[in-house]
């Protein structure tokens, strides 16, 4: 059973930086596919980055890019979004998905196992 845990997410400042964290429990995390996905109040599932399952590709939704980085740290078993020069319009909660040896895909179908979300609010 695989789980996935987020964490990270809070109250900044429009300007600011977040790092949001995705602990992978149960298998090793350099065989996933791992994306990070974001929902507004009243909007749908929106992606924001991913990673393939062998780390070589990464890919990032535009309003994002520049600003946002995803890695991983295959000895905590972990995947990490670094979010930089944060938008109020990024506030959501923020959810990670994972798919066994899967690419790094923009649609949330793609993923099979999700965490349960971390709040990221960033105040104008």
């Known amino acids: 059973q695989v789980q996935l845990v987020e964490s990270g997410g809070g109250l900044v400042q429009a300007g600011d930086s977040l790092r949001l964290s995705c602990a992978v429990s149960?298998?090793?995390?350099?065989?996933?596919?791992m994306g990070w996905f974001r929902q507004a109040p009243g909007k749908e599932r929106e992606f924001a980055a991913a990673?393939?399952?062998?780390?070589?590709?990464?890919n990032y939704a535009d309003n994002v890019k520049g600003r946002f980085t995803i890695s991983r740290d295959s000895t905590k078993n972990t995947v990490y979004l670094q979010m930089n020069r944060l938008k109020p319009e990024d506030t959501a909660v923020y959810y990670c998905?994972?798919?066994?040896?899967?690419?790094?895909?923009?649609?949330?179908?793609?993923?099979?196992?999700w965490g349960q979300g971390t709040q990221v609010t960033v105040s104008s």
């Open positions: 149960g298998r090793t995390v350099s065989s996933y596919a």
């Open positions: 990673i393939s399952w062998g780390g070589d590709s990464t």
């Open positions: 998905g994972g798919r066994a040896y899967g690419a790094a895909s923009s649609s949330p179908y793609e993923y099979n196992y």
